[in-house]
């Protein structure tokens, strides 16, 4: 499966953005959304599990972003989004879109056997 993210962008701290991640076709995979820096591993971010029925797919956020960020998926359009709310200089990074096995939840990056190109957020003060 191939994953295209967008979104990135340049903002200011307290902006919001949203990041989108389109598969290319149908998906029951767990889509995880991971953030890196240069000199530094790639970090999970969040995650969220498929299922038939939209109430039961369960998400996971790392500490840092809690409250702050929300991952979503549309299944009709086998894409995922992450809403980024009050971002912080910190959040800048290079964020990458992730796909995992069925009912797995992995909080690191070689749970994930498919990733995106990136796409780079920066936040300015």
């Known amino acids: 499966v191939q994953l295209v993210e967008s979104g990135g962008g340049l903002v200011q701290a307290g902006a919001s953005l949203t990041l989108s991640c389109t598969a290319s076709?149908?998906?029951?995979?767990?889509m995880g959304w991971f953030r890196q820096t240069p000199g530094k591993e790639r970090e999970f971010v969040a995650s969220?599990?498929?299922?038939?029925?939209?109430?039961?797919?369960?998400?996971d956020y790392a500490d840092s972003v809690k409250g702050r960020f929300t991952i979503s998926r549309d299944k009709a359009k086998n894409t995922v989004y992450l809403r980024m709310n009050s971002l912080k200089l910190e959040d800048t990074a290079v964020y990458y879109c992730?796909?995992?096995?069925?009912?797995?939840?992995?909080?690191?990056?070689?749970?994930?056997?498919?990733w995106g190109q990136g796409t780079q957020v920066t936040v300015s003060s």
């Open positions: 076709a149908f998906s029951t995979y767990t």
């Open positions: 992730g796909a995992a096995a069925f009912g797995l939840k992995p909080t690191t990056h070689e749970g994930y056997d498919y």
């Open positions: 969220i599990t498929w299922s038939a029925s939209w109430s039961a797919s369960s998400t």
